[in-house]
């Protein structure tokens, strides 16, 4: 695998190293040794899918406070997505700057997000698949977001015909106090 560290300290853009021949390619998508030489938090235990129908649709942007915050890995496994994160690490000299990443089936990129942000992403074709390699288990409670056309952090989110969003995601309140 190709680890590039983005310009947010931490967030690694990644990407795998096919071996091809005639019958395709064969390549690793997570070691465990790699990513702890990397400084990366290589714990996993949970992974989950976003199928979404409709280009367009739109979900975040989501974290998990202290003491369950989470590290993601994703990866667009099926379509493509304008995949979006938020800096919440208020000790981070990129505390609240955004990042925004295309990730696809076609490039198969992968993003590494650390504990402390929040994520979001916007779909870009229709049946779009999204997978998720968690850190830590889901926990409802700690479960928070924010307003994903917060002026304070000016993400440019693309052009859509349609943009589909759950009430959830359309009422998260805005900037971090």
């Known amino acids: 695998m190709i680890f590039q560290e983005t310009k947010i300290k931490g967030v690694f853009l990644i990407q795998i190293e096919p071996v ?17 030489s990397h400084g990366l938090n290589p714990r996993l235990v949970q992974c989950n899918i976003s199928f ?9 942007m989501h974290y998990q406070t202290t003491p369950y915050q989470e590290a993601k890995l994703i990866r667009c496994t099926r ?16 505390f609240k700057q955004w990042l925004a990443v295309e990730l696809s089936a076609d490039n ?3 993003l590494y997000i650390p504990e402390g942000f929040a ?5 870009l074709a229709d049946n779009t698949e999204v997978f998720y390699q968690m850190s830590e288990f889901y926990h409802p409670e700690c479960a928070e977001g924010l307003r994903w056309d917060d002026p ?10 349609e943009r589909i969003i759950s009430p959830q995601d359309q009422n998260y309140p805005g900037c971090l106090p």
Request: with cysteine; charged share 30%; proline share 5%.
């Open 152 to 161: 304070a952090f000016g993400i440019r989110w693309p052009k859509t015909v």
């Open 119 to 123: 994520h979001g992403f916007q779909t």
């Open 20 to 36: 091809e021949d005639e019958r395709g390619f064969f390549a690793r998508s997570w070691c465990q040794e790699e990513f702890k």
């Open 108 to 110: 198969r990129k992968m």
């Open 79 to 94: 379509g493509a997505v304008y995949d979006v994160i938020i800096d919440l690490r208020p000790q981070s000299p990129t």
């Open 52 to 60: 979404n129908h409709k280009k367009g649709t739109l979900r975040g």
